[in-house]
């Protein structure tokens, strides 16, 4: 069965744009997953086509109109999926996340524009809202794309090796380990003798030193997250020997 993907959006000719290269497009050839785009000014009001309004209270810029949004979100067929709203209020997006979405049914994304949504959209349809970081972007479409991109190579079949998606940054809480290739010396700088050693124990300690310390140095959130979880399944253990 199809990952089905639909977009609602202000600029469909955004789409499918990087979803439709490499290993994605490919995936989408083979009918793996689906997407498609609904334009949001069809549903707009008047002549004009109008969706969005000052907000009340007044303040700069508009605010995309609650009749115009649900009209083009209740066009389309659920089917279980998951309402997206693209907004830096959001919660953050995270690898889990993708891996959550990536064994559901697909996705809905709503991508925002001016001064965002009316929040009675997103409130009475259960829409959940979701950051790609602390940063603001012109619209939705670029965040949308991320999310989809990260959520789709997932699927089975996709990314063709699955053993380097569970090696990858954030699947096991830490950033993933430095990697080399050919030629084995280059600028003077040799490839590390441990990778050459044919010894798979000691490599898999070096990657997961390296990991621990670029985590450390550049991520303490995380390596703070990673060590707690260390000392809950630490505990864990302890409480099963007892």
């Not at 009209?71 to 279980?80: K, N, T």
């Not at 999310?147 to 990858?168: D, F, H, K, Q």
């Not at 699947?171 to 044919?198: A, I, K």
Request: net charge negative; proline share 6%; with cysteine.
């Amino acid at each position: 069965m199809a990952f089905d993907v639909s977009i609602i959006t202000l600029f469909p000719e955004a789409f499918p744009g990087l979803l439709d290269v490499s290993i994605l497009g490919r995936a989408r050839g083979e009918g793996r997953w689906s997407l498609d785009v609904t334009d949001l000014r069809a549903f707009g009001i008047g002549k004009h086509r109008k969706v969005d309004d000052p907000p009340a209270g007044g303040g700069a810029g508009l605010v995309m109109r609650p009749d115009v949004a649900v009209a083009a979100l209740d066009s389309l067929d659920r089917r279980g999926r998951p309402l997206i709203y693209l907004s830096p209020r959001g919660k953050p997006f995270t690898q889990a996340m993708a891996q959550e979405f990536a064994a559901g049914p697909g996705l809905i994304c709503f991508c925002g524009r001016f001064e965002g949504l009316d929040q009675r959209v997103i409130d009475r349809r259960g829409m959940i809202e979701v950051s790609l970081g602390d940063f603001v972007l012109a619209g939705g479409e670029a965040a949308a794309q991320a999310i989809i991109e990260s959520t789709v190579r997932l699927l089975p079949g996709v990314a063709g090796n699955e053993t380097s998606l569970e090696e990858e940054s954030f699947s096991d809480g830490l950033l993933e380990y430095p990697q080399y290739t050919l030629p084995r010396m280059w600028e003077n700088e040799p490839t590390p003798e441990v990778l050459l050693s044919g010894d798979h124990k000691k490599i898999a300690e070096w990657r997961l030193n390296r990991s621990k310390l670029l985590t450390e140095a550049r991520r303490p959130d995380l390596w703070a997250a990673y060590l707690n979880g260390q000392e809950i399944r630490a505990s864990e253990t302890d409480d099963e020997h007892d």
